[in-house]
Every structure is written in structure tokens, then in C-alpha cells.
């Protein structure tokens, strides 16, 4: 609908109470003749410029959905004439600047949707007008200060939430007497302080919190035994907080509901019994960096419905217990056991149909887990003493992306089916004690950002396919056996940030297109090869270049006067200049590079 359409339109129609647009680009002033006007859909058109003042005029307004547009600017003043609107969703919009204070005239407004867009500075202390509020939604903006203390006085709210917004200070005290909250969501704000009070008078209500989301703040103190009193819990996140203390079995006592618990990154310890049988049996359960040890805990034996796992930096020691293998069957489990002390071979796991698994930097000892491979996204089994060779079922893992099996002891040689996994972004098999060539069928379409073979003993030539990948961004093949010229297809990996083939035995001249074709590099390590010749000044083209390591080699000549280009090397500061890395113990020559 163009402006002339629009000006017909509501010259015509100021006895409309219900008007549904669409295709409309421009709010006018003419808006506000429409006085008459109960209900306004404007969702979902392409809506651009200001609210316009005139939007005050319309005072039998009821319900307003301008949500899913690209107005812009602040909301006007005269928004607070609509005395009478309980619906308002202006949700993924360009709204900006701070709300008006006239907001609270609003005393009918049941449901406000402000989420997505770049509303700014505090929230009005009138908001503790809106006594029939019952949802607030103003996630995705740049709210910052505390929340109003009048927030304790939202008695109709059922909903509230308002993450990833710079809010801050403590939570208002009152805020507990919100009896008919089921849903608070104030994750990933800066708010500070403890729970205690809002805990405690949420505890004793009749009616019960549902969602308690406070994850990633800068909350303090204990976590209150009476949150094990919220019976009708369902998902309680409070993690990436500062929260300490020791966690009981009176923390859970009535949480017969709880479905998703998080309580990762707080310096928490958990301390029940060997037979404490949790009330609750939840789908996800995380509790990264909290210390649930010394061995693996038995209570998770019957979290029979389990699909996402962390216990990760859990201070867990010992093996997995053998009724871990058999505990579930959910699709699309997620495991994080990483960063204990965990030994032993590993139960089998064939049972779980993984998404993501990640056994990290433990002990475990055997070969690498049989696993149903069929939607396996990303494996990290790094830094254990996994040994033999990769199991062939890998090759049905088609929609892999991450598979990390470093510092280990592998063997045996890369299996070919690794150039069919045309989704895998980052393959990381460096030092273990792998060997024979490299094989000759990768694709340069496929995904591959970042492939690290480093200390192993591969031998041969680089293949061709391997380093023209067009998405590579770092190889890594140190410390190796290579050997012969730098492939010409290199040139191809215009997007290679990282390059190390340091500690091998490729020979021949360091080629001119180097320094032409990868203009993307910041590290480039050729270290302690059998590269001769003089050197490239055609390397100072790579402006982005930081680290540039020639040492070891067999290089002639003398440096370059262009090397004196390297500016992303040097940091100025007043009186001081800083080199980050420049290695060369290689020229019968040297003059300054930097002057």
C-alpha cells in the first residue's frame, strides 16, 4: 500500500474498529483520525520510520500489533494516551531510545511485547502502574540500571521476561510477591546479589514458578534451600553466576516437575547421600564446573529420560559405571564428561544416538567408542589414551562437523571416507601415532575450516586436494614426514589464515605466490625444512601477517628490504614499538627491518 493508498484509506474508513493491513510501508499522521479504531494488525509488513505522535489519538484502541516491521525511533509520548490498550506487540522492530514515562498510564495493558529490538536505558518507574499486566516481553534490547522497585507491585503478572538486556544491580525485594508469576527469564543481564528474597517469597505461594531463568548474571551468595519448595519448577537455570555454597538433597526435596536443570559455572558443590533418589526426572541436566564427585554419581541412574548431560570439570574420578551404557535410548543425546580424572574403557554406547559427545581430557584407555554414528554432529575425545586405529563406522557419520581425536594413541592411517564428510568443518587428529600418506580424494567444496595432522608420522607428499580446499582457513601438519615441493594447488586456499608445516622435510624454493595468493595469512611457520633458495619479497605483500617463521632452512641470500612492510607485526605505542614474532637463523646477512 503506497502513502496516497494509505490517505484515501483513512479518510475513508474513520468509523473502522477492526482494520487488518497489508503491504503497508509508512505509519502517517492521518493515523490518528481513525478514533473510532478498537483493534489494529499491522504484523509482518515492511513498515518503516517513525511511530507517529498522531498514534495517541487513537483512544479506544484495544489491541495494536505493529510487531515484525523496521519502524524506528523512540516510542512518543502520546502512546500513553491509549488509556484502553491491553494488547501491544511491537516485537522485532528498529524501536529505539528510552520508553516514556506515560507508559503507565496504561492501567487496562495486559500483554506488552517490546522483545528484539533497541530500546535503551531504564525502565519507567511507572511500569508499577500496570497492575493488569500479566505478559511483559522486552528480551533483545539495551535496557541497563535496575529493575523499577515497583515491579513488586505487577500482581497480575504471569510472565516477565526480559534477558539479554545490560541490566544490573540487585533484584527488587518486592519482586517475590509476585505470587502469579509462572515464567521470570532474566538471563544474561549483569544483575547482582543474591536469590534469597526472591526465592523465599516465591516459596510460599499457591501457586507455583514454572520457569526460572537467571543464567548468566553476576549473582552471589548461596542458592536457597527453600527453591527446593517451588513445586511446580519445571526448568531452573542459574548458571554462569558466582554462586557458592554446598547444594543438599533439601535443595530438591519438591521439585517433582523439574524437566531442565542448568546450575553450570558457579562454585557449587553438590552433597547427597549414594541413594539419594532425586523427586524429579529430568530431560537435560548440567551441571558443568559444579563438583558432583568423587566418582560418577549414582543418582543418574535413574534419570532414565535423559537427552542432554554435562558433568564436566565435575571432580568425577574412576570409570563409568556399565548401567551408564544401557540408562537411556533418547534421540539426539548430548554427553559432556570432560575435564575430570575418568579412567578405564568405556561402556559401550551404542544404545545413544549422540548429537554432540565430548570425553575430553580424562584418562580413558581403550579403543574409541563404538557409537551410532547416524546424526553425530560433533566428537571430542581429545587428550585421553584412546588407542588402535579409526573405526570404519565413521564413514556412515554424514552429517559430522567437529571430530577431534587428539593427544591420544592412534594408529594406523587416515581412513579415506574422511573426504566424503562433506559437512565436517574441523578435523584435529595430531599427536598420536598415526602414519602412511595422506589420502588423494578431498573435495574442494567441502567444508573443512580447520584440519590439524600435526605430530604424527605421515609421510609423502601433500596431496593436491588437500590444501585447495576453498573454505580452509588453518592447516597444521608440524612435525611430520613430508616431504617434496609445496603443492601449486595451495593457491587455491585464499581464506588460509594459519599456516604450519614446520619440522618436516619439503624442499624447494618458498614459492613466489605466497605472498601473491594467500593474502589472508597471519601465521605462516615453514621452520626447519629443507627449503633453499632466496627469499620471496614477495611475502611482504602479506599485510595481515603477524608471525612469520623461516628458521632452519637451507635459505640463502639476504632479507628482504621489503620485510621493512610488515606493519601488522609491530604495535605502536607512545615511546615503544613492539615486534610480535619474526624468526629467520637463516641469512649470511641482516640489516634492520624496522626504521
Wanted: hydrophobic content about 40%; charged content about 15%.
Amino acid at each position: 500500500m503506497n502513502p496516497a493508498m494509505s490517505s484515501s484509506l483513512i479518510s475513508d474508513s474513520t468509523l473502522l474498529m477492526s482494520l487488518i493491513i497489508f503491504s503497508c510501508h509508512q505509519l502517517s499522521e492521518g493515523i490518528g483520525r481513525l478514533q473510532k479504531l478498537v483493534e489494529f494488525h499491522l504484523s509482518n509488513n515492511q513498515i518503516q520510520g517513525l511511530m507517529p505522535a498522531s498514534i495517541g489519538d487513537l483512544r479506544n484502541l484495544q489491541y495494536l500489533d505493529l510487531s515484525q516491521n523496521m519502524i524506528s525511533g523512540a516510542i512518543p509520548e502520546s502512546f500513553g494516551n491509549l488509556t484502553v490498550l491491553q494488547h501491544f506487540n511491537g516485537a522485532e522492530n528498529y524501536v529505539s531510545g528510552k520508553l516514556p514515562e506515560t507508559i503507565g498510564n496504561l492501567v487496562h495493558l495486559q500483554d506488552l511485547d517490546l522483545s528484539q529490538n533497541a530500546i535503551s536505558g531504564k525502565l519507567p518507574e511507572s511500569f508499577g502502574n500496570l497492575s493488569q499486566l500479566q505478559y511483559l516481553s522486552m528480551q533483545g534490547n539495551g535496557i541497563t540500571g535496575g529493575l523499577p522497585e515497583h515491579v513488586g507491585k505487577l500482581s497480575s503478572l504471569l510472565e516477565l521476561d526480559l534477558c539479554n538486556n545490560n541490566i544490573n544491580r540487585t533484584l527488587p525485594k518486592g519482586m517475590g510477591n509476585l505470587c502469579k508469576l509462572r515464567t521470570l527469564d532474566l538471563t544474561s543481564n549483569m544483575i547482582s546479589g543474591g536469590i534469597d528474597d526472591l526465592v523465599d517469597g516465591l516459596s510460599i505461594c499457591n501457586k507455583g514458578l514454572e520457569t526460572l531463568n537467571l543464567g548468566n548474571n553476576k549473582l552471589n551468595g548461596t542458592v536457597p534451600e527453600n527453591i527446593g519448595k517451588l513445586f511446580e519448577m519445571i526448568k531452573l537455570n542459574l548458571s554462569s553466576n558466582s554462586l557458592m555454597g554446598v547444594l543438599t538433597e533439601s535443595h530438591f526435596a519438591s521439585l517433582v516437575s523439574l524437566q531442565f536443570l542448568d546450575l553450570s559455572y558457579n562454585s557449587l558443590q553438590l552433597n547427597v547421600s549414594e541413594n539419594w533418589k532425586p523427586p524429579f526426572e529430568c530431560l537435560v541436566i548440567r551441571m558443568c564446573s559444579i563438583k558432583v564427585g568423587p566418582v560418577f554419581p549414582t543418582w543418574i541412574k535413574t534419570q532414565t529420560g535423559l537427552s542432554d548431560l554435562c558433568l564436566s570439570d565435575a571432580g568425577i574420578s574412576g570409570n563409568i559405571p556399565a548401567w551408564f551404557g544401557y540408562l537411556s535410548s533418547s534421540f539426539g543425546y548430548v554427553l559432556n564428561l570432560s575435564n575430570n580424572n575418568m579412567e578405564g574403557r568405556l561402556p559401550t554406547l551404542k544404545n545413544y544416538t549422540f548429537h554432540r559427545i565430548d570425553l575430553s581430557s580424562n584418562r580413558f584407555e581403550g579403543p574409541l567408542p563404538e557409537l551410532d554414528p547416524s546424526f553425530l554432529l560433533v566428537i571430542y575425545l581429545n587428550n585421553n589414551s584412546f588407542s588402535g586405529s579409526i573405526p570404519s563406522y565413521f564413514a556412515n557419520a554424514t552429517y559430522i562437523q567437529v571430530f577431534s581425536v587428539s593427544v591420544n594413541h592412534i594408529n594406523g592411517s587416515i581412513p579415506s571416507f574422511f573426504c566424503n564428510l562433506t559437512t565436517l568443518k574441523l578435523l584435529d587428529i595430531s599427536n598420536n601415532d598415526m602414519s602412511g600418506g595422506l589420502p588423494n580424494c578431498w573435495n574442494s567444496a567441502s567444508a573443512l575450516e580447520i584440519i590439524n595432522l600435526s605430530d604424527n608420522n605421515f609421510i609423502g607428499k601433500i596431496p593436491n586436494g588437500l590444501v585447495s580446499l576453498t573454505n580452509l582457513r588453518s592447516l597444521h601438519l608440524r612435525n611430520n614426514d613430508f616431504s617434496g615441493d609445496l603443492p601449486l594447488s595451495l593457491k587455491m586456499a585464499k581464506k588460509l589464515v594459519t599456516l604450519d608445516i614446520s619440522k618436516n622435510k619439503l624442499s624447494g624454493s618458498i614459492p613466489i605466490w605466497i605472498g601473491e595468493n594467500l593474502s589472508s595469512l597471519i601465521v605462516l611457520c615453514l621452520r626447519s625444512n629443507l627449503f633453499h633458495g632466496i627469499i620471496p619479497a614477495q611475502l611482504a605483500k602479506l599485510s595481515s601477517l603477524q608471525i612469520l617463521d623461516l628458521a632452519q632452512n637451507n635459505l640463502s641470500g639476504c632479507i628482504p628490504h621489503s620485510f621493512g612492510d610488515f606493519k601488522a607485526m609491530v604495535v605502536t605505542k607512545p615511546h615503544s614499538m613492539v615486534v610480535f614474532v619474526l624468526y629467520f637463523e637463516c641469512c649470511r646477512t641482516f640489516f634492520p627491518l624496522f626504521q
